[in-house]
């Protein structure tokens, strides 16, 4: 099992933020629902260790 990375990983965190916005403009909020969807099951086959993934869920959900 990999560990699931907590401190800050990516070298230009704002950057990605900016196209993560970017890729919402337009979309009603149904649709951008969607797309938040999308890549969470894009980025969770990306993962591919379901250990990882349900401790992200877990941690996700604490803090909410």
Do not use: K, W
């Not at 990516?10 to 149904?30: C, K, M, Q, S, V």
Request: hydrophobic fraction near 50%; proline fraction near 5%.
């Amino acid at each position: 099992m990999a560990d699931l990375i907590l401190s800050p990983n990516l070298p230009r965190p704002d950057e990605f933020y900016a196209n993560l916005i970017a890729a919402h403009e337009g979309l009603t909020d149904d649709e951008s629902a969607a797309l938040n969807a999308r890549l969470i099951l894009i980025l969770a086959n990306h993962i591919g260790d379901s250990e990882v993934l349900e401790e992200a869920l877990r941690i996700a959900r604490s803090e909410a």
